[in-house]
């Protein structure tokens, strides 16, 4: 460790400054999607099994509901363009703009070129959890998705319900791939439901017992045609240990609803992102 400079103290009490300031991001009407929510009619609903993974289509113009019903689990969300998986879901530009973790008003973004929001979250029952003493809170972008290949890093053998290989899995099912088609597809997640932070001292990622209860759930409205893929996570509510068979895990509800005939209306799902692709040549 390299000795500090004389002006240390100064260095470090310079005052931040937010990266991207929300101020110039196109805002949601959360009103008229709250509007647009009441008389919704329910189109279908799929279970993710314990330590297994569940796909779903939800129009531009849907709302999807992510609930948790036996048990405190988190699970791992990818979503892409129902039209074209090379658009998905960009956690790090998410957190970029909104922070390390998502709540109500907050949009998923996708990747580049697009770069549009592809959802927005329009309920959350865990708002009220905040951020906790040790600066964790719920719904993170910040962790990735827990995976073989680092299982096999930290404690070796072959694992294969981490929530990489059942968003893999369940994409091919679905897209008709191969596993090895399915791969590249898959992407960092939402983390819904999952409490992380960082520790204060070592600036190490970690997890604590979600406080998702049954009856909790996590809505978003469809913004764009979106194919998604949720795991529930083999580490429970992520309490104890991930990638586990010993984590005691429950199912999550996919719930699809579709809003009544004009209730959107002057809605217009937002096209992709303007910038020209030039790069200066």
């Known amino acids: 460790m390299t000795h500090p400079p004389a002006d240390a103290e100064a260095r470090r009490a310079i005052a931040p400054v937010i990266c991207y300031p929300d101020v110039g991001l196109p805002q949601p009407d959360l009103a008229l999607y709250a509007q647009a929510r009441v008389g919704a009619r329910k189109l279908s609903e799929v279970i993710a099994p314990p330590r297994e993974a569940a796909t779903f289509e939800v129009a531009a113009g849907q709302f999807c509901r992510i609930s948790s019903v036996e048990g405190a689990q988190v699970g791992d969300l990818?979503?892409?363009?129902?039209?074209d998986l090379n658009e998905r879901f960009y956690s790090g530009k998410t957190r970029a703009l909104h922070g390390t973790h998502v709540s109500l008003g907050d949009r998923l973004w996708s990747s580049f070129p697009s770069l549009r929001p592809m959802a927005t979250i329009t309920e959350d029952t865990l708002s009220w959890y905040g951020i906790d003493a040790f600066g964790g809170s719920v719904h993170d972008v910040i962790g990735t998705r827990c995976d073989p290949y680092t299982h096999n890093l930290l404690a070796g053998g072959q694992y294969h319900h981490c929530c990489h290989s059942n968003l893999i899995r369940a994409l091919a099912d679905h897209a008709g791939m191969t596993l090895a088609e399915a791969e590249p597809h898959v992407h960092d997640v939402l983390n819904v439901f999952m409490c992380t932070g960082?520790?204060?001292?070592?600036?190490?990622?970690?997890?604590?017992a979600s406080p998702v209860r049954p009856g909790d759930y996590l809505e978003i409205f469809a913004e764009i045609d979106l194919l998604g893929a949720l795991s529930a996570c083999p580490g429970g509510d992520c309490s104890q240990a991930h990638s586990s068979d010993a984590a005691v895990c429950h199912p999550l509800l996919i719930e699809v609803f579709a809003p009544q005939e004009g209730a959107l209306a002057g809605w217009v799902s937002p096209p992709a992102n303007g910038y020209d692709r030039s790069h200066g040549r």
């Open 78 to 83: 990818n979503l892409w363009n129902a039209r």
């Open 198 to 208: 960082f520790t204060r001292d070592t600036g190490q990622y970690f997890m604590k």
